[in-house]
């Protein structure tokens, strides 16, 4: 039992709620989605989760405790989160931005180990930025530069991974690319993904359970088929749609319909 | 492991030894150069000695005249140079990576001027002198780094409001400085004046010790804490989620520039973007996106005491106090910085 839970949590900023009595269990060892329209909590929740945003009420626990009851530091080595847009510090190298997930495995006078070294090129393997090393991460193109933060996460070796919308300002094939990556993680080693998608089909296609909020409530969560209907994408993001199957993972696959544009035919199906 | 995993393992060694003997070179072409100036400065001056004589003066051989010029009067100087310089060149590294902005320096958040401030009031206003002096400019630089301090804390310290109310102080000192001046008698404002300007001619004895060893003792404090520097580099959020503290680790960290920088100018006066310029040199120089506080304290302690000797001996037709040297340096730098800053971000 080490899931990550939200137990009556709020969340906000200087006094505006942003999200009210929210209960979420991230179910271990899957690929968990949050999508949800703009300004929905969405974020918030993830970064209250990682205990990078302050609760105003409730609490999350992990494995049944408490977080803020952990240092820290133990938390790290437990739970990775990866912020939304982090950008690098000027002159820093591959190695050493990813290095820097080994903090919180290190002591007061840590040194980096052979060991620290053997977390981190396994990191860079299976990220597949291996071969950039010792190259600028200010000269890399953005696909590769998602990489290197998300190889940066997994030196922390934690069960458990938190990403905030990490497909944001990549390109369609990108975005693949990076999903994948994850599901090969969550596959080969366990880890609990859970992440704030903006795209909903990607999500629906990658993520063993949805979870989609609107207005800093839960609307529906559940496995992808079950969650992601009409009805449900009307309720969150107020928007006529169609849904129908993904002909390439069978997955719902959204399609919606707009002002300008109705199909001939209304499907009965979902 | 596969052979590529052990070529990788390996670059990534590599890269680690490469930076680290990079960071040890720049220190010690910094240590080198202020061996060359400190030496420089030894041997030259009203009283011309050879190498020989000033090798056997520093360890108190020799003449008792040449003794007494080494050891009373050039000596102290040099090593005021470099534990001021030090100190407040580790003072800008610790401000500009917490506070995460290259324009974050003591000289232009006000902490530099809170202790002007102190000390002309001391002087004008309290007729004081010598180590209460110094109190009162260690004061006043502390009160204005704890105003700073409460102006900008909103739930977490937060690095813009920390600078914009810290120029704020920087401007309201400043005036305060000039007003004091300015109802004062001519004489005794002119004796203020090095206290607005900087300079490490008069430090020497009990004073020296005091300043250098409160340094190395705040330079050990900073040496415990500098490891959160590296994630904190990253941004908050990722500096969390890596398991540090970020409000206590900002919090210690300006405790220990601002006493750094109050000790310094206590004694010192406030010099010159010396605090700003030279953790910029240190970090282009080291260039791997860290603090680069080691070298940033040896580029300190060099830019002064290159700095004092060009003041003191008219090289380059300047001849002025330590303080107006920098200023003549680092003011066309910051405007450098600030030109080349705003191309990288275009």
Redesign the interface.
């Known amino acids: 039992m080490t899931n990550l839970r939200a137990e009556d949590v709020s969340l906000g900023y200087d006094g505006l709620r942003v999200i009210e009595g929210l209960d979420l269990t991230l179910p271990d060892g899957k690929i968990t989605a949050v999508v949800g329209p703009n300004a929905c909590g969405k974020s918030t929740l993830l ?1 209250g989760l ?3 945003h302050p609760l105003d009420g409730g609490r999350i626990t992990l494995g049944g405790v408490d977080i803020t009851a952990m ?7 437990k739970v ?4 939304q847009s ?8 591959v ?3 990813v ?3 080994r ?2 495995h ?1 002591g ?3 040194r ?1 180990s ?1 060991d620290d ?2 977390v ?3 990191a ?2 299976s990220t597949g930025v ?1 071969e950039l ?2 190259r600028p ?1 200010a000269e890399l193109s953005g696909g590769q530069r998602q990489r290197v933060w998300i190889a940066m ?1 997994l030196a ?1 070796q934690t069960d458990i991974v938190l990403l905030d919308e990490p497909t944001t300002f990549l390109d369609v094939r990108h975005q693949l690319d990076l999903l994948d990556l994850l599901t090969e993680l969550n596959r080969d080693r366990g880890t609990t993904v859970a992440m704030v998608l903006h795209e909903l089909n990607l999500a629906a296609r990658y993520a063993d359970h949805l979870v989609v909020m609107s207005a800093g409530r839960i609307v529906a969560e559940g496995a992808p088929s079950d969650v992601l209907t009409r009805e449900v994408v009307n309720e969150a993001f107020g928007l006529r749609a169609q849904v129908v199957p993904d002909p390439v993972a069978g997955s719902p696959l959204v399609v919606p319909v707009g002002r300008f544009h109705s199909s001939a035919v209304e499907p009965s199906a979902r | 492991m596969t052979a590529a995993d052990m070529g990788t393992i390996t670059a990534v060694a590599d890269l680690r030894t490469v930076r680290r003997r990079r960071q040890i070179l720049v220190v010690a072409g910094m240590v080198l150069l202020v061996l060359v100036a400190g030496t420089g400065a030894l041997l030259v001056g009203a009283a011309g000695l050879t190498p020989g004589q000033a090798i056997a003066g520093a360890v108190g051989l020799g003449d008792k005249g040449d003794v007494f010029i080494i050891q009373k009067l050039r000596l102290p100087r040099v090593e005021a140079a470099v534990v001021v310089g030090a100190a407040f060149g580790l003072a800008g590294a610790l401000f500009q990576s917490t506070l995460r902005n290259p324009l974050a320096s003591p000289d232009i958040l006000g902490i530099s001027s809170g202790a002007s401030l102190g000390a002309v009031t001391g002087v004008l206003a309290l007729g004081m002198s010598g180590v209460a002096l110094s109190g009162l400019a260690f004061t006043g630089a502390g009160l204005v780094a704890l105003a700073i301090w409460l102006l900008a804390w909103r739930k977490g310290l937060h690095s813009i409001r920390f600078v914009l109310v810290g120029v704020g102080f920087a401007y309201l000192c400043s005036s305060l400085v000039a007003w004091t001046m300015a109802r004062a008698d001519e004489n005794e404002a002119a004796g203020v004046l090095i206290w607005t300007v900087g300079s490490v001619s008069d430090i020497r004895g009990e004073q020296l010790g005091l300043v250098a060893a409160g340094t190395l003792v705040l330079s050990v404090a900073v040496a415990l804490i500098a490891r959160t520097q590296g994630p904190l580099s990253l941004g908050d959020d990722n500096a969390r989620a890596l398991g540090v503290h970020v409000d206590a680790a900002r919090v210690g960290t300006l405790l220990l520039a601002v006493a750094l920088v109050a000790l310094a100018t206590s004694a010192a006066g406030p010099i010159a973007f010396v605090a700003l310029v030279a953790p910029a040199i240190a970090r282009r120089l080291v260039n791997d996106g860290g603090a680069a506080l080691a070298a940033s304290t040896a580029t300190g302690a060099a830019l002064v005491l290159v700095a004092d000797v060009v003041g003191q001996h008219g090289l380059f037709g300047v001849a002025a106090p330590v303080g107006i040297v920098t200023g003549l340096v680092g003011a066309p730098y910051l405007l450098w910085l600030l030109a080349t800053n705003e191309k990288r971000s275009r």
């Open positions: 970064r990682a205990r990078l240092p820290r530091k133990e938390l790290a080595r990775g989160m990866l912020p982090s950008i690098a510090p000027d002159g820093v190298r190695a050493e931005l290095s820097r997930g903090y919180p290190q007061w006078f840590g980096h052979s070294d053997a981190v090129t396994t860079l393997e291996a090393v010792d991460v996460v922390q």
